[in-house]
């Protein structure tokens, strides 16, 4: 099962590494969205201040939400998911495994690029770890979310924006912890327990999504 | 019973356009939603 | 008796009894309706501090109950068809997300309309506020995945899947937005802060819960007759000529 595990996942970082165009494709429109809020409200450092922690979990959501077809479909296309599905591997391992290579080549650059808009948003540098943090704690509950939401709509038509109304409700409770430990720790608050609730939430996550991934691809292939 | 008479029963103190906004909207969506289930069986039928 | 009951299981079975239960659960609905709204206009007394603009109270807090418990009941019948495989299952979920959808559209217009008289204005992102407009999302997104996936048995289970990750995920919606709202908001307003809630207040809103149960169970019931000739008309044309010539 490791051994499984261990060899999707190289695989797909080998994938992803071949293709670094689309992981940083992500990256820039997450740049780009943060960037064009103050354009459109004003840059006034207070508001801006507000502003940050909303603004950088939305474009960090919707940034996610782009590198979502590429999970499975082209393994859909070129015929490796039904081996997989066939094979003698478990199912949720290869399945852990891909969403772990797709935290690791989107979530994780834009947890590391997160604490550099925030400087554009006047955040403090004690903010600015809490941002990655929570951005850290953040990121792998929208990739398993994302994973069971891209496992249901695919090979379905119009994949790509179905995808966004089925996962974007789903991830109202991270955008919620993620962005109150950024506005609580700005606050002079403690942001520990929004981490906590954030880390409570990601154990949720992992064997739902998991789970949903899995019946998904099977109902895809079937 | 509430009302002096039928006036002062819309008016609802002054608030009728929310209250019969609120119950106009509602008996429109269930009626709607009535309809547009029989229009289907219909449909289904006949096709 | 377990065998008796799943031959009910079958659409086929299942077409004429929805059609004989139809009519009960449509009168019910009606005459419940009519005895909530006159104990609602006639009987129940003026609110102390909200005057007549409470009087939404009997369509927007059954409307909210309503939109809450489809949910439940269309993820029961989702899980049932993933775990049984029995296909009248996934047909009634199909028939109850419409009818959830405009549950909640209603418990969100008359929210609005009462929040206007009540807290000046039309819209507070109160927890159950939000919470409810994310239901309608997660409704709309639910619709749409079965109406994007055009074979029906698939359409079903993936339904399904999402189905119960949503209802997963419904108390824990719930839970984040009432902790972002303290957050945010200091002390919220609370739409059912009635302090002393007059018995023949509680009492119009529980019949109208009723009525609003009993309509979404004939609607529901009717729906699901027309997805049943819909669906087997690709696969027992025979028997689809004898219910609709009968």
């Known amino acids: 099962m490791t051994a499984a595990f261990a060899a999707v996942l190289r695989r797909d970082l080998l994938v992803a590494l071949r293709r670094k165009g689309d992981a940083l494709n992500v990256l820039i429109f997450f740049v780009i969205v943060a960037s064009l809020f103050p354009l459109g409200t004003g840059a006034e450092p207070g508001q801006l201040r507000t502003m940050a922690a909303g603004v950088i979990w939305v474009g960090a959501l919707l940034a996610a939400l782009l590198s979502l077809p590429r999970l499975f479909a082209a393994d859909l296309a070129d015929g490796t998911l039904e081996q997989m599905l066939v094979s003698a591997q478990p199912l949720p391992a290869v399945v852990a495994a891909k969403v772990a290579a797709h935290w690791l080549s989107t979530g994780l650059p834009l947890a590391l690029i997160a604490p550099v808009l925030g400087l554009q948003y006047g955040l403090p540098s004690d903010a600015l770890l809490v941002l990655l943090g929570a951005v850290l ?8 979310v994302g994973a069971a939401g891209a496992a249901l709509t695919l090979g379905v038509r119009g994949a790509g924006v ?61 | 019973m509430n009302w002096g008479g039928a006036a002062e029963f819309f008016a609802m103190g002054g608030h009728g356009a929310f209250v019969w906004g609120s119950y106009a909207v509602s008996a429109l969506c269930i009626a709607l939603e009535a309809w547009l289930v029989a229009r289907r069986n219909r449909r289904a039928r006949a096709a | 008796m377990f065998s008796n009951f799943f031959s009910f299981a079958s659409p086929q079975a299942f077409y ?49 109950w309503m939109s809450m418990f489809i949910y439940l009941v269309m ?29 909640t559209f209603v418990a969100l217009w008359s929210g609005a309309l009462w929040g206007k008289p009540t807290w000046g204005t039309y819209w507070v992102w109160d927890a159950r506020l939000t919470s409810e407009l994310i239901l309608l999302f997660l409704y709309l997104g639910y619709m749409a995945l079965k109406e994007a996936i055009e074979d029906p048995q698939r359409a079903d289970r993936a ?3 999402l189905a119960l990750v949503g209802v997963v995920n419904i108390p824990i919606i719930y839970f984040s937005v009432q902790w972002w709202n303290t957050l945010h908001q200091g002390a919220s307003v609370s739409l ?12 119009g809103m ?24 819909e669906r087997e008309r690709g696969r027992d044309m025979a028997w689809v000529r004898s219910m609709v010539n009968a």
């Not at chain 1, 704690?137 to 398993?144: C, I, M």
């Not at chain 3, 989702?78 to 109850?96: E, F, H, P, Q």
């Not at chain 3, 009723?210 to 019931?221: G, N, P, Q, R, T």
Request: aromatic share 8%; charged share 5%.
């Open chain 3, 16 to 64: 004429p009894v929805a059609g004989r239960m139809i009519p009960w659960f449509g009168w019910s609905a009606a005459l419940l309706a009519l005895a909530g709204l006159y104990i609602g206009f006639f009987v129940a007394p003026t609110d102390a501090t909200q005057g007549e603009s409470y009087r939404i109270i009997f369509i927007h807090v059954p409307a909210a």
């Open chain 3, 75 to 103: 993820a029961l019948w989702a899980g049932l068809g993933l775990v049984l495989n029995t296909r009248l299952s996934g047909m009634m979920a199909s028939a109850l997300a419409p009818t959830g959808a405009m549950f």
């Open chain 1, 137 to 144: 704690l953040g990121t792998p509950v929208l990739s398993l």
């Open chain 3, 192 to 203: 059912t802060k009635a302090p002393s809630m007059a018995m023949t207040m509680l009492a």
């Open chain 3, 206 to 229: 529980l019949v109208m819960a009723l009525a609003a149960w009993m309509y979404a169970i004939a609607v529901s019931l009717a729906r699901v007759r027309a997805i049943i000739l």
């Open chain 3, 159 to 161: 339904g399904a899947i």
């Open chain 1, 162 to 222: 179905l995808t966004g109304l089925l996962v974007l409700p789903l991830c109202v409770p991270a955008l919620v912890f993620g962005a109150g430990a950024l506005t609580a720790s700005l606050s002079g608050l403690a942001p520990g327990p929004h981490l906590s609730l954030l880390g409570a939430l990601l154990a949720v996550s992992l064997p739902l999504g998991l789970w949903a991934a899995c019946a998904a691809l099977r109902v895809a292939l079937d």
